[in-house]
């Protein structure tokens, strides 16, 4: 038992989330399973951490299915981000040890484009890969509580054995995203580039019943990157799309230009 | 007047840290000063925005200096992140319109290498390359309240005069970190790449009086990349870094080695 892979599991949803079950009911085939995931939802925290207060760890029982997929794995809630539930799996609970695989998900809601860097599921993958665990971030593109999950399934089960048995590139995490599912089977699994898109925000502005305002965020998401290797691309032509990801943010193409500024000071 | 660029300063450390004042007093010579930052220190959030939560903004005072540097200045605090600062002050108070230039910053701390990513500030700027304004932010190596902010006053002007002037590549930003002041002149600015680095975290175990374990973030800084083009080097040399930072966190170099995987489902 020892030997089999450890694998840690979070979302940003919390840990009672129907998305973490499902991942963990899969993931439980390849090896040990720890979740160390959030107490309440954490989503768009990108990689925040806590360093203005403290942190707590809850053990908790996972919700069982009706076949007790979940029973036996260790399960702890934390009040902190998913990122804090990285560092405290690691530096807390495994004491500096690293688990062979960092698994997050599977997020309820879409995380193609840039969406990467708003998301907690993400970020926690990007927090993995930063302490040079393998890791992967899942999203299924469908918001509701009661999202259709059979077909993320299988492919978390392709591409965790396809990731133990190759391994992921030091210095990168990998972004799945799993188009909702519409009644039809999905095309197989795409390699992607994050497409280029932005949010166009709006704020709904309300009042209090004391009449002063307050404000909350609306976007819409747009992309006009016609890209056919862009993750946007892959789920809307019925694909799943898989990016690399990187946390070395540096813009190299840019460097040549700034060295023209002149860099006396004063 | 109108002609002046509008220039959106925002930080993490909140409205009323030294740096951003300090911030605002410079680039006021270059521009109309619109002003929307955190009503509490919002360190370490990194890009996360507010969705689960409304947003209040409220029209403050800038503490004035004794030059009065900050009159004039048009100032919000925002209940939410760093991010959510610039969203409002795109979305809300300039109806959609986009500033000329965003600065956030000046951070009382470090925001080197891999810290793009935890930090407020730096996504403050990067949220600002999406929305495809040229944004820089300013980083002090001195976390301290009274730290010396003597230095950063001609790097500010300097890398802002250039920033109009020469423009930066779309979908990039400016992460510049400088020195602590140390009694000497600093060398000058040099274009970098982010080093490769991690944090050696740790959590401090203590019992609340209900005898309760909660736990602290301590974390150790270590960067073993010993390339003289990092930020680490830079700053570690008496030099200003200046990173050019992109959000496309695409590993395109890891897009073969993935495409060598099986991707049927099931």
């Known amino acids: ?41 954490q989503s768009a925290m990108g990689h925040a951490i806590t360093i203005h207060s403290f942190l707590r760890l809850q053990k908790v029982e996972l919700p069982g299915t009706v076949s007790g997929m979940t029973a036996g794995v260790e399960a702890w809630s934390c009040s902190g981000t998913p990122v804090d539930c990285v560092k405290l799996a690691i530096y807390k609970l495994l004491g500096g040890k690293r688990p062979d695989l960092l698994v ?34 899942f999203s ?12 993320v399934r299988p492919v978390v089960r392709n ?4 990731a133990i048995k190759q ?18 089977a999905l095309k197989g699994i795409r ?3 994050q497409a280029k898109a932005n949010w166009e925000d709006e704020f709904e502005t309300r009042l209090d019943p004391g009449h002063k305002e307050y404000y909350w965020l609306k976007g819409e998401f747009r992309s006009e990157d016609q890209g056919e290797d862009t993750d946007v691309w892959a789920v809307n032509n019925g694909y799943v799309s898989m990016v690399p990801v990187q946390y070395d943010m540096t813009a190299h193409h840019a460097i040549a230009q700034l060295n023209t500024w002149g860099h006396a000071i004063g």
């Open 191 to 193: 390699v992607c580039r």
């Open 167 to 184: 391994g992921i590139a030091a210095g990168t995490c990998l972004n799945v995203n799993i188009p909702r599912n519409q009644g039809t």
């Open 1 to 41: 038992m020892a030997d089999l892979p450890l694998i840690l599991v979070t979302n940003d949803d919390g840990i009672f989330a129907p998305g973490i079950r499902t991942l963990v009911e899969e993931v439980k085939a390849f090896g040990r399973v720890l979740v160390v995931a959030p107490d309440k939802p």
């Open 159 to 162: 591409v965790v054995a396809n």
């Open 104 to 137: 997050s998900g599977v997020n309820h809601g879409s995380n193609i484009s840039i969406n990467v860097l708003y998301s907690g599921t993400m970020s926690a993958a990007v927090e993995g890969a930063m302490e040079g665990i393998p890791s992967i971030g």
């Open 140 to 151: 299924l593109m469908d918001h509701g509580i009661e999202a259709d999950f059979s077909q």
